[in-house]
């Protein structure tokens, strides 16, 4: 039975590779989450409820910038792999708060690699984020496109995250792969994300806020499309570092989300215009030919569907 560490797995995406590994069985799995207050930890509570009655699974509180909690974890039992998805998530709050941001993203970070390599930890899957784009003019996004104009602190630590990453890759004999993540989406969504937020306000009747004049561009992937790259990511073994963008290759506009969720929701949205906010990109768009030739990555779910299926978790059907 082989070993994984998934920081941060009680959370979104690191609930749903839970939910994936305990199907497919072989595994032991250690989730460490902190259930920091970014929003109510009862929700992430919620995710991991099934999973705490599995033998295979275990939870550990803690907060990924003390090394020493960690170092205990690590001195208890060996890790065939890391997953890291721990992270102080969001644009906009990293603005106000990039102290916190560096603090967990980068030097949390820099602690898992660090017992990864002290315990020769040989896999090491790391979450970071198309944000390291920045205002990428070139579309769509490829791996080799320049990341040094990232636009906000978060965007700047998950940037840094990868070229710590790369140097321990380097040096230490840990193969690492980056994984950046395009606009996940789906059930279990974070309440803060732009479809979780637009969902609840257009049921409750209320207005939606939309920055600039709807135009701005993402692409959407589904979560079921994402654990399948991460779960080809904890396999490859053809290099020692590699960053491998995880999209649906297709952008969509503000105003197509919104009529699309207005459509499953059977209700008209209300809108509320606000300027353009700092931090924020106009477009997000991955070129996925990578992780199809790496990985074998292949989404599944256009953003038709997985709204229909996001909707039906958000009123319980």
């Not at 030739?293 to 299926?309: A, D, F, M, S």
């Amino acid at each position: 039975m082989k070993s994984i560490l998934i920081t941060g797995g009680a959370g979104f995406i690191g609930s749903h590779l839970v939910d994936r590994l305990l199907g497919e069985g072989g595994w032991r799995i250690t989730v460490i989450d902190d259930f920091n207050d970014f929003y109510d930890p009862a929700i992430k509570r919620a995710n991991i409820d099934l999973h705490l009655a599995n033998p295979n699974f275990s939870l550990i509180e803690a907060d990924i910038r003390d090394f020493y909690s960690l170092h205990e974890v690590f001195n208890e039992q060996q890790f065939d792999c890391i997953v890291h998805l721990a992270a102080r998530a969001g644009v906009r709050p990293s603005l106000t708060e990039p102290r916190l941001y560096v603090e967990t993203n980068i030097n949390g970070t820099v602690n898992l690699l660090e017992l990864a390599r002290a315990h020769g930890v040989k896999q090491f899957v790391f979450g970071s984020s198309s944000s390291v784009y920045g205002e990428n003019e070139k579309v769509p996004f490829n791996e080799d496109d320049p990341i040094f104009k990232p636009i906000s602190p978060y965007a700047a630590t998950k940037a840094a995250g990868e070229l710590i990453c790369h140097t321990y890759a380097h040096l230490y004999d840990v193969r690492i792969v980056c994984l950046r993540f395009f606009t996940v989406y789906g059930a279990r969504q974070r309440p803060d994300l732009a479809i979780h937020k637009f969902a609840k306000l257009i049921s409750a009747g209320k207005t939606i806020p939309v920055f600039g004049d709807g135009t701005t561009r993402r692409d959407y992937t589904y979560i079921d499309d994402i654990i399948s790259g991460v779960r080809a990511a904890m396999d490859y073994d053809q290099s020692p570092y590699e960053v491998i963008n995880l999209g649906e290759s297709r952008t969509v506009e503000l105003r197509e989300l919104i009529s699309l969720l207005e459509s499953a929701l059977g209700k008209t949205a209300q809108i509320d215009r606000q300027p353009t906010q700092p931090g924020d990109v106009p477009q997000t768009f991955a070129d996925i030919s990578k992780a199809r030739r790496l990985l074998g990555y292949n989404p599944q779910t256009q953003i038709e569907e997985g709204i229909r299926k996001f909707v039906a978790w958000f009123q319980g059907k």
